[in-house]
């Protein structure tokens, strides 16, 4: 089986930066995915990280320690329009086709 | 391209009763993939189709069932409708296995009244 867990709610400052933690505890592992999903919208796909290490995409960066089952993701020079959930899920190697997800991280970004 | 689209957007149901959802993958993906999402659980799966073959699947009850067209559009299916069963249903499309990423639509609101 698969468990992740993520902090349930964060707020952080306009122009902040914000770090939201992933843990996770497979018994196989073929990547992380991260997603933001705003209120009553699709999650939109964020970064995916299978290797060790931090993969930067603009604002948005990724790390990924498989020893530790661990990611993040960094959000920097935050926007209001930032305040959306984040999802972190895990895929396991007998099952590639399957993502099993934390229950998300709600993000609120303040003036 | 246009992107995953699910129909319908919302829908209100009466406990035992049965409803059918309907998912189009975007063109050339093969792999269609079914959630539920409700507040106190978070994205939950529920089964995968591949070239119309349900290759991996939940653990959700055998109320819960699909199916994949040729044309890669997927149904999925609840019978005998539970006031639980009310949540937002998610269908994500990729082109295989999903590792080159999976995108979702924006989802059914189901609500069991």
């Known amino acids: 089986g698969q468990n992740i867990d993520q902090p349930t709610e964060m707020t952080a400052t306009e122009g902040a930066i914000v770090q939201i933690n992933c843990t996770y505890q497979t018994s196989g592992f073929n990547g992380l995915f991260w997603y933001q999903q705003h209120a009553g919208e699709a999650p939109t796909f964020l970064s995916y990280?299978?290797?060790?290490g931090l993969e930067e995409k603009g604002r948005f960066s990724s790390f990924l320690s498989r020893s530790k089952g661990y990611s993040y993701l960094l959000l920097k020079e935050l926007q209001m329009k930032d305040s959306a959930s984040y999802l972190c899920?895990?895929?396991?190697?007998?099952?590639?086709?399957?993502?099993?997800f934390g229950t998300g991280t709600r993000l609120q970004v303040t003036l | 391209k246009a992107g995953v689209t699910q129909t319908p957007r919302y829908l209100i149901k009466t406990r035992g009763q049965q409803v059918t959802l309907s998912c189009s993958p975007i063109?050339?993906?093969?792999?269609v993939s079914w959630y539920q999402q409700t507040p106190g659980q978070g994205l939950q799966f529920l089964f995968e189709y591949f070239s119309e073959t349900q290759r991996n699947k939940g653990n959700f009850p055998g109320r819960f069932s699909g199916r994949q067209f040729s044309n890669s559009r997927s149904e999925m299916n609840v019978s005998t409708l539970e006031l639980g069963d009310s949540a937002l249903y998610l269908c994500a499309s990729s082109l295989d296995d999903g590792l080159y990423g999976y995108t979702f639509g924006s989802g059914t609101r189901l609500t069991v009244v």
């Open positions: 990280n299978v290797l060790d």
């Open positions: 063109s050339g993906h093969r792999s």
């Open positions: 899920a895990v895929v396991d190697t007998g099952t590639a086709s399957k993502l099993t």
